[in-house]
C-alpha cells in the first residue's frame, strides 16, 4: 500500500515537472518583484506564496500595500478573491477524499487547489484508482507550490531586470497553457459546450457588465448553460 501511494506521488511529481509546474513558476516571478518594490524582505515574499499561492491575490496584496491601504480592507479583499477556486474544490474534493479525513485534513489538502492542479486533476483522478488519486494530487500540487516559491525567491532578485515585452510574455504562458489543457480534457457535451459559452459570453459580458463581473457573470451563465445541456444529453435514451 504505502509502495503503491508512493508511485502515485512520483507519478505526480513527475506530471508537474514535465511542464505545469513551470508555467505556474513563470506567473510568480513578477510577485517577488512586487514584494521587493513595497519593501518586504525574501522570506516574506515566500511566505505570501506559500499561505496564499494564487498569483492575482498576491498582486492584489503587494499592490494594496504599496498604495497605503489598511490592512483589514487587505485581509477582507485578499479572501474575497479566492473565492473563485471554491467551486473547483468543491467539485475536486469527492475525489480526493477518504474515510476517516478530519476536517483539518481536508482543509490541508483544499489549500493545494489551484486552477493549474484542479485541470490536471479533473483530468486524470477519474480514471485512477481511488487509493492513488490524493498522493497523485499532493505530488502534482506539491510540485507546482516548490517550484512557485523558486520562482517567486528569483524575481525577488531579478526585479527590474526583466525586459517588459518579456513579463508580459510569461504572463501570457499562464491563460494559454489553461485553454489547452482544458481542450485536452474535454471529454463530455458538457466540456465542449462550456468552454464554446465561455468564448461566446465572456466579450459579450465585458462589453455590458464591465471588467469587474465579466468574468463572474460569463462563468455562472455558461457553466449554467453546460450543466444543463449535459444533463439532457444524459437524459436523452
Known sequence: MVSESRSYLLLGIGSALALPAWIVGFSLLGVGSLARDAGHPAGAALLSTLLVWAAPAQVILYGSIVAGTALPVIAIAVALSAVRLMPMT??????????????????????????????????????????????????????????????????????????????????????????????AGARLVADWAAISLGFVLLPLATVTLGRDFDLLAAGLVGGTAAYLIGRRKVAQP
Not at 469527492?94 to 483539518?104: A, E, H, K, N, T
Not at 493549474?116 to 498522493?135: I, N
Not at 512557485?148 to 526585479?159: N, P
Open 90 to 183: 468543491v467539485a475536486l474534493m469527492p475525489y480526493v477524499r477518504r474515510p476517516g479525513q478530519g476536517l483539518l485534513t481536508q482543509a490541508f489538502i483544499a489549500h493545494f487547489v489551484t486552477v493549474t492542479a484542479w485541470v490536471d486533476a479533473m483530468r486524470r483522478l477519474p480514471e485512477m484508482e481511488p487509493a492513488g488519486r490524493l498522493p497523485y494530487f499532493l505530488g502534482f500540487a506539491g510540485s507546482c507550490l516548490t517550484v512557485s516559491m523558486a520562482a517567486t525567491l528569483a524575481g525577488y532578485y531579478l526585479a527590474g531586470a526583466l525586459p517588459l515585452p518579456l513579463a508580459a510574455g510569461l504572463v501570457s504562458v499562464t491563460p494559454i497553457y489553461f485553454m489547452v489543457s482544458l481542450v
